[in-house]
């Protein structure tokens, strides 16, 4: 595709329900980053895949988040019994080795 | 493993008036260096970026940036502000040989322009 396609961009859900994030890359991109922007926050480092390397996990801020990334394609961030705290703009970014990264327009979630 | 520092939370300045923000990083070898900007309710969008060569890097919307290794910076400048540049301007760090962690942020510099 043309860009970083994260899907769906707005999410509500209920507290202690399950959601899942998707995030397709730019074709050919090696590394896939999730971040995480509270409301007039910054970029809060959640996960990060690099080809087929173990992925570098120490952001996920607790037991309930996990992602997923199949090969050098479509990854998935999963938020189980969600909480309000957990609500964000959860952004997704790829690039190619360390170049610059291109991020999607992000999935705003809100836990009511 | 890096870090990057941008010291200024936020930084008000006039129309027309000139602009630095500051970016200082931590590394043990080299990196490339970013400038993103997210304006408000948007995604981030690149500004500019250090990879290697002439350490004075120009960027989208008259902004410039200096690679300093020395005092390991990277402060964006702009000559004359206009309102719409009005954003959160974030520096980012990568090591280009298989770091672990590819891409870290600062914590962000909200820049607000004055009429």
């Known amino acids: 595709g043309a860009g970083v396609s994260q899907s769906p961009s707005n999410k509500v859900t209920e507290k202690g329900k399950d959601v899942e994030l998707r995030c397709d890359p730019i074709?050919?991109?090696?590394?896939l980053y999730w971040y995480r922007q509270r409301l007039g926050q910054g970029l809060e480092f959640l996960i990060y895949?690099?080809?087929?390397?173990?992925?570098?996990k120490s952001g996920l801020p607790s037991d309930r988040f996990s992602a997923e990334r199949t090969g050098e394609s479509v990854s998935t961030l999963t938020i189980q019994r969600t909480q309000q705290e957990d609500s964000a703009v959860y952004l997704c970014?790829?690039?190619?080795?360390?170049?610059?990264?291109?991020f999607g327009q992000g999935t705003r979630l809100t836990v009511v | 493993a890096q870090s990057v520092t941008q010291l200024d939370s936020q930084v008000p300045v006039f129309e027309e008036a000139p602009v630095e923000l500051r970016c200082n990083y931590s590394?043990?070898?080299?990196?490339?260096l970013f400038w993103y900007v997210q304006y408000p309710n948007q995604g981030l969008q690149l500004l500019l970026k250090?990879?290697?060569?002439?350490?004075l890097v120009k960027g989208i919307n008259g902004f410039e940036a200096e690679f300093n290794k020395s005092q390991t910076s990277f402060h964006l400048r702009k000559p004359s502000v206009h309102i719409s540049d009005t954003a959160e301007y974030f520096c980012?760090?990568?090591?280009?040989?298989?770091?672990?962690?590819?891409?870290?942020f600062g914590s962000g510099t909200r820049l607000q322009v004055q009429p």
């Open positions: 250090y990879l290697s060569g002439s350490t």
């Open positions: 895949f690099q080809g087929n390397s173990a992925p570098d």
């Open positions: 980012a760090v990568s090591v280009p040989r298989g770091g672990r962690r590819a891409l870290t």
């Open positions: 074709s050919g991109h090696t590394a």
């Open positions: 590394s043990s070898v080299s990196v490339y």
């Open positions: 970014a790829s690039s190619y080795m360390a170049s610059e990264a291109f």
